[in-house]
């Protein structure tokens, strides 16, 4: 059973891969042009796009929670019922644009914190304040990623992610670089392109909801209902401490860049440099979580307790060994990577320094990624979330910040990456014995 589980985790996870690395890619393709135009514009993406991606994060985290609960009920046999839930998560996912677009639009109080040049604060504003106007998009479309990954039907996914990165590719650059409404506008193009893509993309969902392979079977878009509060009680219930587990998590990364700001421009983008081949690295064993989640979602909606726990065996396995060989090729492959980034000798000399971090943790960082998804699969969520605060925030951030700035000598950035492979070790240790103690409660309940 457990090959048959590992099989069946590879080939879902594929098209999750593929579609998870085009969203990162559009990320590369930024960072990759910006660092062509100056230090000032690649700064203000490494901070206006943590921020950016911290807040989709949260919001789509909470929009997760559409994915158990599907996945619980096709695993029951209770298909009937599954288009229900995808509408009440787009209700919700229209509710949480929201406060995210005015949040957007009015950053201050979190740029307040941070010391930046006055040159890069203006161009993160301006980014951020155009990236506003895809949020609603961005949301509806990871409710219908939610959807599909739990059917086990992420194809549709990696089509719809090659093209939005092939097409970004071109925008951002005939946008940022080659001046296509007039002249260049560096990070300002970056952004565009980015809303444009995002609206395309939620457009494209819509339309295979409509009249693609799941519109038989599962009748998406028939009989709409209005927002009900019972199913948004669940989904909640499930869902906010995903969401918050999420902001936890991506902001212990990209917040470094706000408490790194007054190191320099070239600190700041070496950072995010390295902070973007770590989110490279981290898709693989992210893809895998998500088809684990799915499938064991299923299993035990199903009351399959010996295909449930041959899955997450499968799960645990396959991505602490595949991630642990991704971390090994890419210490080997550093500098012509790094180079491909940038042409600034002082950004290639922090990402140098910083790249060795990345390897070092790729182990654990698999292993509490599988174990945290298999936890949502049980529908055990707010414990893991606690988990995740006091490792990410509590040793990854702040002890990144004590180790940065006031360690004596000053670690400067290191100090965060340092921090963070301490937090990740114990994230693994502590998530995978809540999942031995969520396996234990389900074999008592059966």
Known sequence: MFLIAARGLIAHA????????????????????????????????????????????????????????????????????????????????????VPGVLFLIHPDALLGMAEMDAAVDAKVRQYLAILAWSLPAALAYRTFYAFCNALGKPRVLMGIGLVSLGVHAVLARGFALEGWLGEPLGVAGCALSNVLIGWAACL??????????????????????????????????????????????????????????SLGAPVVAGHRVVANLSALVYILPLSL??????????????RDRPRAKATIRAGLLLAAGLSSLMGLLLWLGASPLIAAYTDDPAVRAVARGLIGYIALYQFFDALQT????????????????????????????????????????????????????????????????????????????A
């Not at 979580?289 to 035990?300: E, N, R």
């Open 14 to 97: 594929f098209p999750i891969l593929v579609a998870q690395l085009a969203s990162i890619g559009m990320m590369v393709i930024d960072t990759a042009v910006l660092g062509h135009v100056s230090a000032v514009d690649l700064a203000a993406v490494a901070i206006g796009g943590g921020i950016h991606v911290a807040l989709v994060f949260a919001l789509a985290g909470v929009l997760q929670a559409v994915g158990p609960v599907v996945a619980h009920l096709h695993g029951a046999r209770r298909d009937s019922e599954v288009a229900g839930i995808l509408h009440q998560g787009f209700w919700l996912a229209m509710l949480l644009s």
């Open 204 to 261: 494209s969902g819509a339309a295979y909801l409509a009249w693609g392979a799941l519109r038989g079977p599962y009748r998406p878009f028939a009989d709409w209902q209005r927002p009900r509060w019972p199913a948004w009680r669940e989904l909640l219930r499930i869902g906010l401490p995903m969401g918050f587990s999420n902001l936890v998590e991506i902001t212990s990364f990209t917040l470094i860049a706000l408490f790194i700001a």
């Open 289 to 302: 979580a998500i088809a684990t989640m799915a499938a064991l979602g299923q299993a035990v909606g199903a």
């Open 370 to 445: 599988v174990a945290g998804h298999c936890l949502r699969a049980y529908r055990v969520t707010f414990v893991p979330m606690l988990v995740q605060t006091f490792c990410f925030w509590g040793i990854g951030l702040l002890g990144g910040a004590w180790l940065c700035h006031r360690w004596q000598p000053p670690l400067g950035v290191a100090g965060f990456w340092l921090a963070a492979v301490v937090s990740l070790v114990l994230a693994a240790i502590m998530l995978s014995a809540l999942l031995w103690k969520a396996i234990a409660d389900a074999d008592l309940s």
